[in-house]
């Protein structure tokens, strides 16, 4: 930000010659400084907002004039909150979408098995949850294809969405991804159900920016460690279904929301 600005404050027609030479002689290094800053910024940007399109293309949420919502969690499965979370989903009759981490998959691929056979859709989450944007070509492609193989054995089906830990990328993560026919999916609506408790005040929070083609960013389970407890997540997921459900809100898994929209992709903000 502090180029353009600097730029048009050295270029003013009143300055003399002299008085501009010496300017821009004391602010050169300032300008270079501000322009590696600003240009961080904007690699942070594309690598790190969910809505940010500039690294590659991704699913982060459906048209904004069909009032449907997807329910997403990340980190599963875990034990027992999964199986909580799942029992709540059957008894309110709605389908949402898992992204696993192919450790706890092979840990406990019954789970994912129950995930399947509730009508739920799975994607793949990594193997380990490391930060993609960091991660070279070869791990990123070993992260992705571990996490498909653990899947498989546990299922014998292949997922085709893929959110990377964090939210975390860079364009060759996208490319690999693609290449692996996995659906890149990342989110418009955040939870902060690992920040904050209890269950209101995560209803509170999705509330806030929920609507017409929501995705909803919650957790199952913690890359910090398998067992973690979501109890608070299991309780916010009934009231935002109640709550949603009262306005008239279809709830829908991603590949469902995907159906309804253009090309199969939507984004709130482009660029
Ligand atoms: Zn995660």
């Known amino acids: 930000m502090g180029l353009p600005r600097g730029r048009v404050g050295l270029t003013t027609r009143d300055q003399q010659p002299t008085t501009r030479f010496t300017i821009l002689r004391m602010l050169g290094p300032l300008i270079g400084a501000g322009t590696v800053v600003a240009a961080a910024g904007v690699v942070?940007?594309?690598?790190?907002?969910?809505?940010?399109?500039?690294?590659?293309?991704?699913?982060?949420?459906?048209?904004?004039?069909?009032?449907?919502?997807?329910?997403?969690?990340?980190?599963?499965?875990?034990?027992?909150?999964?199986?909580?979370?799942?029992?709540?989903?059957?008894?309110?009759?709605?389908?949402?979408?898992?992204?696993?981490?192919?450790?706890?998959?092979?840990?406990?691929?019954?789970?994912?098995?129950?995930?399947?056979?509730?009508?739920?859709?799975?994607?793949?989450?990594?193997?380990?949850?490391?930060?993609?944007?960091?991660?070279?070509?070869?791990?990123?492609?070993?992260?992705?294809?571990?996490?498909?193989?653990?899947?498989?054995?546990?299922?014998?089906?292949?997922?085709?969405?893929?959110?990377?830990?964090?939210?975390?990328?860079?364009?060759?993560?996208l490319q690999i991804a693609r290449s692996l026919g996995l659906e890149p999916v990342m989110w418009n609506v955040t939870s902060w159900d690992w920040k904050v408790a209890p269950a209101a005040k995560i209803v509170e929070r999705c509330n806030r920016s929920m609507g017409d083609g929501a995705v909803v960013l919650m957790h199952d389970g913690s890359h910090l460690g398998f067992g973690a407890d979501r109890w608070q997540t299991v309780v916010a997921t009934h009231l935002l279904i109640e709550g949603w459900r009262a306005k008239g809100y279809e709830f829908v898994t991603i590949p469902e929301m995907m159906e309804g929209s253009v090309a199969g992709r939507q984004s709130p903000v482009a660029g």
């Open 44 to 173: 942070a940007y594309h690598a790190m907002a969910p809505w940010a399109q500039g690294f590659g293309s991704t699913f982060v949420c459906g048209p904004s004039s069909v009032k449907r919502i997807a329910l997403t969690y990340d980190d599963g499965p875990n034990d027992p909150h999964t199986l909580k979370l799942l029992e709540v989903l059957a008894k309110d009759d709605v389908r949402a979408t898992f992204f696993l981490i192919g450790r706890y998959v092979s840990r406990r691929p019954d789970i994912v098995r129950d995930i399947l056979q509730a009508g739920h859709a799975i994607g793949n989450h990594t193997f380990t949850h490391p930060t993609l944007a960091l991660t070279g070509a070869v791990e990123t492609r070993i992260q992705l294809e571990e996490c498909q193989r653990a899947v498989e054995d546990a299922t014998g089906e292949s997922p085709r969405l893929f959110r990377p830990p964090f939210g975390a990328r860079r364009p060759r993560t």
